[in-house]
């Protein structure tokens, strides 16, 4: 999930994705799109405010 109140919208988690699961949402913030994510962790990585975090399954533990 991305944690609005910590992104900045800097839109690097979205350039970074390979697979476009990262999309702006009205509000400005991106959003992930879980149904793509391939859990690369590619957008955790680059996020300059580690606004980031893939954390809904217990697939997690391997980004970490
Ligand atoms: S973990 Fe990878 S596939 Fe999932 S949203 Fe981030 S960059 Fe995209
Ligand atoms: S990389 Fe981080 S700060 Fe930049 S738009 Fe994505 S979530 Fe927001």
Do not use: Y
Not at 6 to 13: D, L, M, N, P, Q
């Amino acid at each position: 999930m991305i944690d609005k109140n910590k992104c900045i919208a800097c839109g690097s988690c979205v350039s970074v994705c390979p697979v476009n699961a990262i999309e702006f949402e009205a509000d400005g913030k991106p959003q992930i799109i879980k149904e793509k994510c391939i859990k690369c962790g590619s957008c955790v990585a680059i996020c300059p405010t580690q606004a980031i975090t893939i954390n809904d399954d217990k697939e997690s533990k391997k980004l970490t």
